[in-house]
């Protein structure tokens, strides 16, 4: 397993150890942290040159393969980190940007990948003599696309251009399916949330589907559907499994998935699926909240699914969770328990708000 050392800000050790699990996704072993304050970045090299100094002693000495840093870095702060550490250097949207890139199995996603990668790496890209030496197999060895490209400004427009354009030819298909679906009075109910807190596995449980399921961050990529039941002599309604958000998602991804994401918009109802046990749960959801904000969805009317309430919280901690966020369904997708609330809940809701439309 490759070594990694990260650097992240003294005092966000919530964030540090998602930047852990991140490089764990990609199958790095994080071996040190390593604490900066951010009041003294700088231009060229982000850290100050005496953390630099201290970085070059210590990346060889525990023969690190990578530094990440938990920042969104400039392209100069990487090629001129890169030119003083004998690692490979990494930043946080390139580490997700590279998590993506593994997970595209549609042709849309693997579109949407590229478009985010060639906007990333354009600086790199289009002056390659200052290339960052080759980092992974995606990120630093030959993106999609740039094996056929001519590395100049001219020919990578061109490139985003067309996949723009094949884009655009999807999203019509798509478009029409939607409209298909919104026609058919059938209810849409999106689950959404922090990446990993366990949206594809209760999906799995309303639709009886067997979407992939794992500790890694970001397994799911691409929207997916399926008809669940909330009462046997009810219509089925119909679910979404969504993309995980997470923060510090890169802008330029959410620009490329922003046709998938506002789809979530469109929905009836949304289920907002916490990891209760997780300890950054406010912070998370302050992400969940920023982020349907971003993709139009901050109006729907939604109900918290404190989720994985098999795993130990304290009643005290409980309450302090409904103060914080509000009251919502504690269930376990993984066990089942509280699906059968869940479920009337929803019903409850959904009349609620829409008892004009007929299908439930
Ligand atoms: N203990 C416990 N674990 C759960 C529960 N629900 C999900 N998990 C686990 O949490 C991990 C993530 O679950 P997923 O369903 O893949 O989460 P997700 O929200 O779809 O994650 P991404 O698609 O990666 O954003 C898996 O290891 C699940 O087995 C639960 O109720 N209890
Ligand atoms: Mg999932």
Same mark, same amino acid.
């Given at each position: ?13 919530d ?23 951010? *009041? ?41 980190? *890169? ?7 990494l930043?946080r ?14 042709r ?8 985010a990668y ?38 990578l427009s ?20 939607r ?58 309604v ?8 997470i ?33 950054a ?26 989720? *994985? ?7 005290? *901690? ?11 369904v504690?269930?376990?997708a ?27």
């Amino acid at each position: 397993m490759k070594k990694a050392i990260i650097v992240g800000e003294k005092g966000h050790s919530d964030t540090l150890h998602e930047l852990e699990l991140l490089l764990a996704t990609l199958g790095f072993e994080t071996i040190a942290p390593f604490l900066i304050n951010t *009041k003294t970045i700088t231009r060229s090299t982000f850290i100050t040159s005496g953390k630099l100094e201290e970085l070059k002693g210590i990346a060889p000495l525990l023969e690190a393969d990578v530094v990440a840093f938990d920042f969104s870095l400039s392209y100069t702060q990487l090629a001129n980190l *890169k030119k003083e550490i004998p690692a490979m250097i990494l930043d946080r949207p390139r580490i997700i940007l590279e998590i993506f890139s593994k997970r595209a199995t549609t042709r849309e996603g693997k579109i949407q990948v590229e478009l985010a990668y060639l906007k990333i790496r354009l600086p790199e890209l289009v002056n390659p003599k200052a290339k960052l030496d080759q980092q992974m197999g995606y990120i630093g060895g030959k993106g999609p696309g740039e094996k056929k490209l001519e590395l100049n400004r001219r020919a990578l427009s061109l490139r985003i251009q067309s996949l723009k354009k094949k884009l655009r030819t999807i999203e019509k298909n798509r478009a029409q399916k939607r409209d298909r679906r919104m026609q058919s009075d059938q209810f849409i109910v999106s689950l959404v949330g922090y990446t990993n807190a366990g949206k594809s596995t209760l999906f799995n449980q309303l639709t009886k589907q067997s979407m992939p399921t794992d500790n890694l961050l970001f397994h799911t990529l691409e929207p997916k559907i399926g008809k669940g039941f909330l009462s046997s002599a009810l219509h089925p309604v119909l679910f979404a499994d969504t993309v995980g958000f997470i923060r510090k998602l890169p802008h330029e991804l959410i620009e490329s998935f922003k046709s998938t994401l506002e789809e979530i918009s469109l929905s009836d109802l949304l289920l907002i699926v916490l990891d209760c046990s997780d300890s950054a749960l406010i912070a998370q959801y302050k992400v969940i909240q920023d982020t349907l904000k971003e993709i139009h969805a901050d109006h729907l009317p939604f109900m918290l699914v404190y989720n *994985k309430a098999d795993l130990p919280t304290t009643e005290l *901690k409980r309450a302090e969770i409904v103060s914080s966020l509000g009251d919502g369904v504690w269930i376990s997708a993984k066990t089942g328990d509280g699906l059968e609330e869940l479920r009337k809940r929803v019903l409850d809701q959904l009349f609620q708000h829409y008892s004009a439309k007929d299908s439930v």
